[in-house]
């Protein structure tokens, strides 16, 4: 079974990938401090994982200096 690739995938993948670029941080060295495999990073960015817990989540976000909601509102450029 095929999972369907929701609006708020698209958003998350978007926010992480933005605010990852906005803070100057390389996918690899956000891999690194989460001690996750870059791949699940790229996948995130991607809109292709969708196991992430709301623990990911919060990691994530404390990796990225933002709040969770920030991963889901929009960024303005």
């Given at each position: 079974?095929?999972?369907?690739?929701?609006?708020?995938?698209?958003?998350?993948?978007?926010?992480?990938?933005?605010?990852?670029?906005?803070?100057?941080?390389?996918?690899?060295?956000?891999?690194?401090?989460?001690?996750?495999?870059?791949?699940?990073?790229?996948d995130i960015?991607r809109?292709?994982?969708?196991?992430?817990?709301l623990?990911?989540?919060?990691?994530?976000?404390?990796?990225l200096?933002?709040?969770?909601?920030?991963?889901?509102?929009?960024?303005?450029?």
């Open positions: 079974m095929r999972l369907r690739i929701t609006e708020g995938h698209k958003l998350l993948a978007h926010n992480v990938r933005r605010w990852r670029e906005i803070r100057g941080i390389e996918t690899e060295t956000l891999a690194r401090a989460m001690d996750w495999p870059m791949v699940m990073i790229e960015e809109a292709e994982r969708f196991d992430i817990t623990n990911d989540l919060d990691q994530l976000a404390e990796a200096e933002v709040r969770v909601f920030q991963l889901f509102a929009p960024i303005r450029d």
